[in-house]
């Protein structure tokens, strides 16, 4: 470790000041997650601070953060489009007021250029440490609303005031599986040094804690989402493994892609979950006809459970079955945001992830357990959309600022990386471009065949995020931010 990460008597001191602006956003975050509790004036008041704070450390330094703010532009404009269109004002300016606290933690984050690779530690230990503490509590403030699915359970459930959408069952499991795969990164990631004894033992201990809630919680699709994200970090720590998990993947996908929907039924049914196979393919129908129907602005943020109960109504569910969110995450973002969110969701994703997937074979350090984290937040959102438009949304984006400040990173030590080249502001409005072109392409398609459409939009996605990778790394060229202020770069 350098001095810079045990400097003595400045701990304390310097973590506060690296930690300055993640502070800010927590101390107005309570005035956005829990809205119904004030006001309309003070919650609108707390999103506008916010949004003057983060355009402060804009200004302060435009060429820093013109990359991160470029790839939060598409949020920023469809969410605005989205309020305009919503026929419950409420509800859609409550689901913003998430929205923009997670894209505040991304910009502010990703927009780090040289965190310690100490703090990116404890910070992420805190909230692994913050995800238990919820866990621990869980079981008994929790609505499980099927109890007892394949564990006999029978612990007593109540519903906590004003927490209990942050503890339903799967959105308390996903977040434990997203704690759990930043908690298996640190054990078979960190290296074999004397100084990484304590936060490995640290870390064994929060594995064991966070397996035992997630099975507590009987989270099917988090229990799936931790299953394909250990494999995929299996594989990219040990080279070896790499062609089984992908054999494995590749079966498992040509196998499924086969069956027809009587085998899906038939599982279900021997692992109690027919009735909530039912549940769901009937609201992917109804979403789908409202993506369908609306694919330039979507419905309006947060309001599907009104489009469904007067546009699409249910016929083998009751209508107070209706949900509030279409148990999907790609067909979610489509619904509030429209076409161009998905497409902008997935730019953002699989700019973070090959970033990461970068930075880990370049340094060995905490980019595997957050490459790990959002293959659960990706696999998971097949299933569902627990951590979408709602109170714990901002976790999706700190996995993404996390990422992406690794990217950026200039701490050798931590990430073995060099600073991330700077870009041009011509090619940044070259690739709004394009993702309004892709988008546009992806929304022509959709009137033809739906699943074309919607892999095209999400393949746009991912074509994009590998253009802002390369556009920002450093050994694909040379190119200055801004012309008159070229960045000296330190050689590693």
Known sequence: MTAKEVAPG?????????????????????????SDWYPRFVSVGGALLLAIFCMLRWFSNPCRYLVVTALLFPFIVLSLVSLSIS????????????????????????GQRDLPGWIARTWTHLFIAGVLLLGLTGPVVAEFRVPRKFLDLAIPKM???????????????????????????????????????????????????????????????????????VLVMV????????????????????????????????????????????????????????????????????TFQEAVLHLYP?????????????????????????IGGLVAFFTLASFCFIAGLDCFRSGKGLALGYLGAVVVVLMVGLLDSPLWMNKPNAVIFFLFGMLAT????????????????????????FLIALWLLLTLVSIVLLSWHFEIAMTLAIGSGFFLGWEWYRLTDDRL?????????RVQRKEI
């Open 235 to 302: 594989a990219l720590r040990w080279r070896r493994n790499r062609t089984i998990a992908l054999s494995v993947f590749g079966i498992a996908g040509v196998f499924l892609w086969w069956r027809d929907i009587d085998f899906f039924r038939e599982i279900a049914g021997r692992m109690g979950a027919a009735d909530a196979l039912t549940f769901r393919l009937e609201i992917w129908e109804r979403a789908r006809y409202a993506v369908q129907d609306f694919p330039f602005t979507g419905i309006g943020a947060g």
């Open 314 to 338: 249910l016929v083998k569910l009751s209508p107070d079955a209706a949900p509030y969110h279409s148990h999907n995450l790609y067909m979610q973002l489509s619904l509030d945001l429209g």
């Open 477 to 485: 060229g040379e190119q200055p931010l801004c012309r008159s202020n």
């Open 10 to 34: 400045s701990g304390l001191k310097s973590f506060l000041w690296e930690s300055k602006d993640l502070a800010a956003v927590i101390a107005v975050s309570p005035f956005l997650l829990f």
């Open 406 to 429: 690794f990217h950026f990173s200039q701490d050798p030590v931590a990430y073995a990386r060099q600073p991330a080249k700077n870009v041009s502001l011509f090619d940044v409005l």
């Open 159 to 229: 519903r906590a005031p004003g927490v209990g959408e942050i503890l339903d069952a799967n959105i308390l499991g996903c977040l434990l599986a997203i704690a759990l795969a930043l908690a298996i990164g640190f054990l078979i990631q960190s290296p074999a040094d004397p100084q990484e004894r304590r936060p490995r033992r640290l870390a064994s201990v929060w594995s064991l804690l966070l397996a035992i809630l997630l099975l507590v919680t009987q989270s099917r699709s988090a229990l799936f989402g931790i299953f394909s994200a």
């Open 87 to 110: 026929i419950n004002l409420d509800k859609s300016l409550n689901c913003l007021y998430f929205l923009e606290l997670g894209c505040a933690l991304f910009l502010l984050i990703g």
